[in-house]
């Protein structure tokens, strides 16, 4: 701002007294030899505000919570459900992935309302990581109780090796039932016969098995 002093008036057409940091009442007719000076800065140009800075945290969350969204989506439709080792691997990477945006997206959020950035990609992240998190809690408590077809059919193989000698391809139902109690058939071929075995659930998705007579 300039300093006190007579300068000129858009407002009155007159050289009016700055005293440093607004104008007072006085004033009188312009003297050309007073130098006029540039108008003080006003309110509005003191403070206007600054430009959006940018959010790291919220940026990496988002980031993260994509990558975990494209692991899940690995996880359900791309991961063989024979090879329970990559499944596990994926699931793990994707777990560890959520976690870590649901941190950076909580911080993002803080910082978004500490400093002026936008909140839009820190919300976004959170609510993104949020969802996932309820995924896979969701799958965890289901999986407790959930029938593995290809384990299953595994450990009736080699039962069926340790009965008779024989090599035998084992098909169970690729979704079985996992309510205690429900029973469903497995079709057993040996080089010699076919055969059915009845499955029963039991507790915590474990099994029992008996050959259908």
């Known amino acids: 701002m300039p300093p006190p002093g007579w300068?000129?008036?858009?407002?009155?057409?007159?050289?009016?007294?700055?005293?440093?940091?607004?104008?007072?009442d006085h004033t009188r007719p312009l003297d050309p030899i007073v130098r006029t000076g540039p108008a003080p800065a006003t309110?509005?140009?003191l403070s206007d505000p600054l430009p959006p800075s940018k959010n790291g945290p919220a940026t990496a969350a988002l980031v993260l919570a994509l990558l975990a969204l494209l692991s899940v989506a690995a996880l359900i439709w791309l991961v063989p459900a024979r090879d329970p080792f990559l499944a596990?691997?994926?699931?793990?990477?994707?777990?560890?992935?959520?976690?870590?945006?649901?941190?950076?997206?909580?911080?993002?959020?803080v910082v978004s309302i500490r400093r002026p950035t936008r909140k839009g990609s820190a919300v976004f992240a959170l609510v993104l990581s949020v969802l996932l998190i309820v995924f896979f809690a969701f799958r965890m408590l289901t999986a407790a109780s959930t029938v593995n077809a290809a384990a299953l059919e595994d450990d009736i193989t080699l039962w069926i090796q340790a009965q008779t000698g024989e090599l035998a391809v084992v098909v169970c139902p690729d979704e079985p039932p996992s309510a205690v109690g429900s029973i469903f058939s497995c079709t057993v071929t040996t080089p010699s016969s076919s055969l059915h075995v009845d499955v029963t659930v039991q507790e915590g998705g474990?099994?029992?098995?008996?050959?259908?007579?």
């Open 7 to 24: 300068l000129f008036d858009d407002a009155t057409g007159q050289t009016r007294w700055w005293n440093g940091r607004e104008w007072t």
């Open 43 to 45: 309110a509005s140009t």
């Open 88 to 109: 596990l691997a994926v699931a793990l990477a994707a777990m560890t992935l959520v976690a870590a945006a649901f941190v950076l997206s909580v911080i993002g959020v």
């Open 206 to 213: 474990t099994v029992s098995w008996t050959q259908a007579p």
